[in-house]
């Protein structure tokens, strides 16, 4: 296979990553890496730098959109950036002393998680005010566009929510992925802030923890640009197109397959990663 | 004090910044794919196995001063370089947002972040 053979397979397996995890919610970082590293044969480390890369570029090129829809929260984002910025400097930092075997597991288990929660029910319910009093030392509290106007909601559990997003920062430093299922817990579980407000304040989040592992990524030879180029144009190209279809796209069933799929790359990454074959 | 409003203010001029930063290094990733596939599309290339990527591949400096030459490869670079310093662009105009509404704590929390961005992006060009 020449250069130019190489990077239109992998600029179209991108494309199609990129927009049903768009179309998913699941975000198309999270399935790139096993397709390059199971199908394509990819060294894990290039195959981290370059999903890195496209995870910057998804979630840089989707704020504009959200943000318009008024949901996301500007001091929840970017006070828990301290956790997940020094979380992923540490995880990058990790990563470069970690056997390829035992990253393979380590991401075939956050896969296997991210594909779970992506099936499970939301909900839209709101904490009252004051429900911690660090949130509102912090004015973390907000509003959200609801059905009869702006809805108040408190935020709960800030120092756990606080602990949970420098865990995230973690697994996005050592696996090149937005561990954006991580960071719905962390915003939607334990701070009990709204599902709508906790996924588009992640995605606000996501691009800023990439940012602060991709340094240390590049001045570690794992962003090669043959191979980062195809996938970030492809995932970029996909998601764009994907997030176009999903106003009024049926993808109850989608979600379900798409979930399927990245359950068996799951498994089939922690078995190549046990039975040390990458 | 209400700061809902002018926060929303702040995010969508932070939205469309994030979306230029994006558009920009696109299309330099893309014109850099162009002329590194019209010269070296033909020769046989595999990420099989890991070797690091050229020193001056992989330091800031490096990357300008290859991208200048027009290396292709370097001009990728270039762009992915650009796509990362997006979201760092995005903080540092995050604290000017701050500044404006006098909220010092946070100011102070996104001078924090900028300081932590900056040194994953910059420390690590020393120790190579």
């Known amino acids: 296979m020449n250069t130019l053979e190489f990077s239109i397979i992998v600029a179209a397996v991108s494309a199609v990553a990129g927009f049903l995890g768009a179309l998913t919610g699941l975000g198309g970082g999270v399935v790139i890496t096993p397709v390059l590293i199971l199908l394509l044969g990819v060294d894990l480390r290039y195959a981290i730098g370059a999903t890195l890369v496209s995870v910057i570029a998804t979630s840089s090129g989707a704020a504009a959109a959200y943000v318009k829809e008024g949901f996301s929260n500007i001091r929840v984002g970017m006070f828990l950036e301290i956790a997940t910025t020094i979380g992923a400097v540490v995880g990058a930092a990790v990563a470069t002393r970690t056997p390829a075997s035992a990253l393979a597991v380590i991401f075939g288990l956050i896969l296997l998680y991210s594909a779970w929660d992506s099936m499970r029910q939301k909900s839209e319910q709101a904490a009252p005010r004051g429900c911690d009093p660090l949130a509102e030392r912090l004015r973390l509290s907000s509003t959200f566009p609801g059905p009869e106007g702006p809805t108040a ?39 009990s802030i709204p599902f709508k407000v906790s996924t588009t304040t992640s995605n606000f989040m996501i691009g800023v923890t990439a940012a602060a592992s991709a340094g240390i990524y590049l001045s570690r030879g794992y962003i090669a640009p043959g191979l980062a180029m195809p996938v970030m144009l492809g995932v970029l190209a996909g998601s764009m197109l994907g997030a176009r279809f999903l106003m009024g796209a049926r993808v109850r069933a989608l979600r379900l397959l798409f979930g399927c799929v990245v359950a068996a790359l799951a498994l089939e990454m922690i078995y190549s990663g046990a039975t040390g074959k990458l | 004090m209400d700061t809902a409003e002018h926060d929303r203010g702040v995010e969508v001029v932070i939205g469309t910044l994030l ?6 290094s696109a299309a330099v990733v893309f014109a850099g794919a162009i002329g590194w596939l019209a010269h070296s599309g033909a020769q046989p290339r595999d990420y099989l196995h890991f070797h690091s990527e050229a020193r001056d591949l992989r330091t800031i400096s490096g990357v300008l001063a290859g991208a200048a030459r027009l290396s292709w490869a370097h001009v990728i670079q270039l762009g992915l370089l650009l796509l ?20 010092w704590m946070y100011v102070a929390i996104t001078l924090l972040v900028l300081a932590i961005l900056l040194f994953s992006l910059l420390g690590g060009q020393h120790s190579i």
């Open chain 2, 19 to 24: 979306r230029w930063g994006v558009v920009i």
């Open chain 2, 84 to 103: 990362i310093a997006t979201p760092v662009a995005r903080v540092a105009f995050t604290v000017f947002a701050f500044w404006g509404e006098r909220d």
């Open chain 1, 153 to 191: 909601y408190g935020v709960c559990r800030v120092k756990t929510g606080f602990g949970l997003m420098f865990g995230a920062g973690v697994l996005s430093g050592l696996l090149g992925i937005g561990s954006g299922a991580v960071k719905v817990l962390a915003m939607d579980r334990a701070m």
